[in-house]
C-alpha cells in the first residue's frame, strides 16, 4: 500500500520537552513538506524538502527544526523554543505540484 | 509576501442549494492553483488549475481560474451534506532554483444541512 505516513496520531508533552513527529512515505516522491494547522486556519508552512540532505525554512520555521536524509522520511522536531507548539501537524510529499497529504498528528502541549 | 485569500469563511446551505466558493490571490512566480477539501483530517485533492478560463470538473464539482484576475471560483451544484467540510485553496509557486512550495488560504467551511 503506497501512502504517507505520520506518528504518533496523537502526541502529548510537557512544556519545555523537546518533540520530534515522525513522516514517512513510500510513494518515491522527491519533495516532502510539514504545514501546521490551528482552528479555523489554513495550513501554515514550516519546512520543506526538495531533495535528500536539503531543505528550506517556510513561513513560520522559528522553533521547529528538520532532517532529510533518507527520501522516505522528513522528522520534524518540536523544540522547547516554540512557543505555541499544540496544534494540528500535517506532513505531505509531492513529486510534482500536487501535494499528497498524511493523516496528521495532534500535539498537545500541557 | 505571498497572499491567498478566500470567501466565505463559512456558509450554510440547504440540500439541493448550488453554492460558489471564491479565492483570490497575490504571489510572486506564479505555477498552479489546487483545490483541497478538509473533512476532519488529512485534505484530499480536488482539483489543480494552471491556465485561465479552462474549467476542470469532477461530478458535481467545478472549477475555473482567471489568471488575469487573479481568480478562483469553485462551485457545487445540487450539494449534499456529504459536502459539508472545509474547503482549502491553495496556490503553488517557485520558490528559488527548483523549489516549489504552496501558501494556503485560511479555508471555508462549508455546512449543507439536510
Known amino acids: 500500500d503506497g501512502g504517507i505516513t505520520q506518528s504518533p496520531k496523537y502526541l502529548f508533552r510537557k512544556e519545555g520537552q523537546n518533540v520530534t513527529l515522525s513522516c514517512e512515505q513510500n510513494l518515491n516522491h522527491d519533495a516532502m513538506y510539514w504545514y501546521r494547522q490551528d482552528p479555523g486556519q489554513g495550513l501554515r508552512l514550516i519546512y520543506y524538502?526538495?531533495?535528500?540532505?536539503?531543505?528550506q525554512k517556510g513561513d513560520i520555521a522559528e522553533g521547529y527544526s528538520v532532517s532529510r536524509e533518507k527520501k522516505e522520511s522528513f522528522p520534524l522536531t518540536v523544540t522547547s523554543a516554540q512557543k505555541n507548539p499544540t496544534a494540528f501537524y500535517l506532513c505531505a510529499s509531492s513529486i510534482g505540484t500536487e501535494q499528497f497529504f498524511g493523516p496528521g498528528t495532534r500535539l498537545t502541549v500541557l | 509576501e505571498d497572499k491567498v485569500v478566500q470567501s466565505p469563511l463559512s456558509l450554510v446551505v440547504h440540500e439541493g442549494d448550488t453554492v460558489t466558493l471564491n479565492c483570490s490571490y497575490e504571489v510572486t512566480n506564479f505555477r498552479s492553483l489546487l483545490w483541497y477539501k478538509q473533512e476532519k483530517k488529512a485534505p484530499t485533492f480536488l482539483f489543480m488549475l494552471t491556465s485561465s478560463g479552462i474549467e476542470k470538473k469532477s461530478g458535481r464539482l467545478s472549477s475555473i481560474l482567471d489568471k488575469k484576475e487573479l481568480f478562483s471560483i469553485l462551485n457545487i451544484t445540487a450539494t449534499q451534506t456529504g459536502d459539508s467540510a472545509v474547503y482549502l485553496c491553495a496556490v503553488g509557486v517557485n520558490s528559488g532554483g527548483s523549489n516549489y512550495k504552496l501558501t494556503f488560504g485560511k479555508g471555508t467551511l462549508l455546512t449543507v444541512n439536510p
Open positions: 524538502s526538495q531533495i535528500v540532505n536539503d531543505f
